[in-house]
């Protein structure tokens, strides 16, 4: 019997708990169906007698305290919400208990904006996760030592799981219901709760919004310039310059400001925009090109598809409204 404790935490998203809830217990239900005994010992767990959520709307009791659980096959960490550093803070109670519990053997999984608890804690320095997309410089800025790629569904490292935003736990789910079980199950589970079991790329739904929180004006202000200059021909040395600085210099102070080079920084804001003429407009793909900087059709069809895991034409036919 492999023992699931998802975590009772302050600032936790109901919805969350409730899903990780219903598909262990499902798959019970699948095993039992099947002839099986059940797999999963599902357990809700916390530091705490009690928890309310969502400014007191509910009120959640755990079916034990971490101080009489001696031992979990399975630590889940729901997301949460609010700001983030506030919410891990008022949960920063359960990082010694998260680290004990690991070193013990514990797999454990962050869902969605939970990572930054499982950061917290210490657990995935130098190793990789993911989280919701638009929370990614938020975590980038706290947390340096972690590997985010944030463009993931699912991460999966050394018994740390992590998803991406929103409805991505539920592929994570799914995934450690895979592992616990078998492909089989995993697809029945998938067609139970109508998901999508092969989703592995969050990219195509990121909005990219350049790290500004830091206190590098001139590197600010160069961040402004490109966004507003885009669909000009500009170079990493000509933005150096316009700040009065060498371009090895310029490009080291970007970089460590906003975590990512100058070039991808460029072809991140023309991207962007690119996106949104496919979402909204009516012109053709070649003009579109033109309009965001680009003159080299493959040139752009490559980069557009690093970034969003989709074609130009596939991402016109999925989004365009």
Known sequence: MKKVAILLVRNAKPAAIADTQSVFTMVNQFLKQAGHPPLFEVQLVSLWEEIKLNNGLYTLRPDILTKNLAHADLIIIPSMTGDMMTATHLNKSYASWLIEQYKCGSEIASLCVGSFLL????LL???????HWSYANEFRSYYPSVNLAEEKIITDENGLYTSGGGNAYWN???????????????????KYFVIDIDRHNQSP???FSGLKDHDDDPIKNAQLYIEDNFREKITVEQIAVSCNMTRRTFERRFKKATYITVAE?????????????????????????????????????????????????????????
């Open 119 to 122: 950061a917290f804690s210490g």
């Open 125 to 131: 320095k130098n190793r990789q996760c993911t989280t």
């Open 172 to 190: 994570l789910l799914l995934y450690l219901v895979e592992k616990y079980t078998d492909r089989q199950m995993a697809i029945l589970a998938a």
């Open 205 to 207: 739904f990121v909005v």
């Open 265 to 321: 920084y460029i072809q991140r804001v023309k991207i962007e925009a690119a996106k949104k003429l496919l979402e909204f407009g009516r012109k053709s793909i070649q003009d579109i090109m033109l309009d965001v900087g680009y003159s080299d059709t493959q040139a752009f069809r490559t980069v557009f598809k690093r970034i969003t895991n989709m074609t130009p034409v596939e991402y016109r036919s999925k989004y365009n409204v």
